[in-house]
């Protein structure tokens, strides 16, 4: 089946950039979504971008796709203690298929 | 509060039996998503309903099932449990059922199979 893939682990200083990377397999996928979970809690939708941008930018966030790549990026500016949660890439097809999520990157936002 | 509701917040339950799972979606939602979330499998896609039909379908064994009702609440049935489908199970709404859905997540229904 298809494949998306994280780091487990990523740890930056408060105020720094924190960059979380995902790779996937299905060429087919046309969203692409990064989600938050806080300890306790379900996930929140932070942003998506379509197959056919090249970058997004909301606030802090900036979620950059290489399409030729399968590769997916989200930073996160001036990263602050409250960032610190697991981040997930998900990956689904133009009409709700596959949807698959990576395994989350385990972000801890050091003071 | 996202709008998902789901029931129970808690579950602990013995091999072998049957439980429900119940989810009220965001109102105005017409999509109900099912995941499972273990710590070895991972965060996994069960079944989207949309408007009372299955609309997609992933990796959901044979042992669960799903319906979405008219009024558009979702149960999620497993049956014959075993220890390895302990887990968190999320229930998630949008509006739409296909292309780019924004999903509001509910908090989960932790399942404990002893």
């Known amino acids: 089946g298809e494949d998306v893939e994280q780091s487990l682990f990523l740890s930056v200083r408060e105020g720094d950039s924190s960059v979380i990377n995902c790779t996937y397999t299905d060429s087919s996928s046309t969203y692409l979504y990064w989600y938050k979970q806080e300890p306790g809690a379900g996930l929140q939708l932070l942003t998506y971008i379509f197959s056919n941008m090249d970058m997004k930018q909301d606030q802090r966030l900036t979620v950059l796709l290489n399409k030729k790549d399968k590769h997916l990026s989200l930073r996160i500016a001036d990263t602050q203690t409250g960032d610190s949660a697991i981040y997930f890439c998900?990956?689904?097809?133009?009409?709700?298929?596959?949807?698959?999520f990576g395994p989350g990157t385990r972000l801890s936002v050091l003071p | 509060d996202s709008g998902v509701t789901q029931t129970p917040k808690h579950l602990i339950t013995a091999t072998g039996q049957r439980v429900t799972l119940r989810c009220s979606p965001r109102?105005?939602?017409?999509?109900v998503y099912w995941y499972q979330q273990s710590l070895d499998q991972g965060l996994q896609f069960l079944i989207q309903?949309?408007?009372?039909?299955?609309?997609a379908k992933g990796n959901i064994l044979e042992r669960f099932s799903a319906q979405q009702f008219p009024d558009l609440h979702s149960e999620l049935n497993l049956s014959s449990l075993e220890l390895g489908d302990s887990a968190l199970y999320f229930c998630?709404?949008?509006?739409?059922?296909?292309?780019?859905?924004?999903?509001?997540f509910g908090a989960g229904s932790r399942l404990t199979v002893l």
């Open positions: 309903y949309y408007n009372g039909e299955e609309r």
């Open positions: 998900e990956t689904r097809g133009n009409y709700g298929q596959n949807f698959v």
């Open positions: 109102s105005g939602d017409l999509s």
């Open positions: 998630a709404s949008s509006v739409g059922g296909v292309g780019a859905n924004v999903l509001t």
